[in-house]
């Protein structure tokens, strides 16, 4: 079994948040778990959870924050800690950046706290098409959902026809 070393409560918090949204960059990551804190804070609790093999990250480009993932050691304490079955740490591939993409508009969500958030395993059918996340919210005694797939890019508003 392996033990956290230095290991904080708020590192749990964060470690648990990238492993559920698989992928995040370093202002997702600072927008959901380091308020109160100045970013640069947010930056160096990153860097020692990567020194210690928790996290693995890397930049797109050098216009880009860094994007971040769990490791295999990462995704190991996360399971143990939470009580989930053990599900293997994400692996980059051609689709890591719409991941990212898609945790942006659930960062973003969340901060509205418009209701109840949630991301899909990766390739959840949904009706006819695949959908990615999920919001769920009251309105009068009825709750409604509506799901989020996200295409190309970066425009998250649909084209209205024009005229």
């Known amino acids: 079994m392996v033990t956290m070393s230095k290991v904080t409560e708020k590192d749990v918090e964060m470690l648990t948040g990238i492993f559920n949204l698989r992928f995040m960059d370093t202002m997702q990551i600072h927008a959901l778990f380091g308020l109160g804190t100045a970013y640069v804070t947010t930056r160096k609790r990153l860097s020692r959870l990567t020194r210690e093999g928790y996290l693995n990250g890397w930049q797109p480009s050098k216009n880009d924050y ?3 993932y769990v ?3 990462g995704a190991q304490e996360v399971a143990l800690l939470n009580g989930y079955d053990f599900t293997p740490a994400p692996k980059r591939s051609n ?3 719409h991941q990212v993409l898609v945790t942006e508009v659930y960062v973003q969500l969340r901060q509205c706290q418009l209701g109840r ?3 899909f395993s990766l390739n959840t059918k ?5 959908a990615d996340a999920f919001v769920e919210y009251v309105v009068g ?3 409604k959902v509506f799901f989020l797939k996200r295409t190309g890019g970066l425009n998250l508003c649909p084209r209205l026809p024009r005229s």
């Not at 949904?126 to 695949?130: A, D, L, M, R, Y």
Request: aromatic fraction near 4%; glycine fraction near 10%.
């Open 126 to 130: 949904v009706g006819e098409s695949v």
């Open 141 to 143: 005694d009825r709750i």
């Open 95 to 97: 689709a890591t950046l």
């Open 66 to 68: 860094k994007v971040y």
């Open 117 to 119: 958030i949630g991301r």
């Open 71 to 73: 490791t295999k050691k």
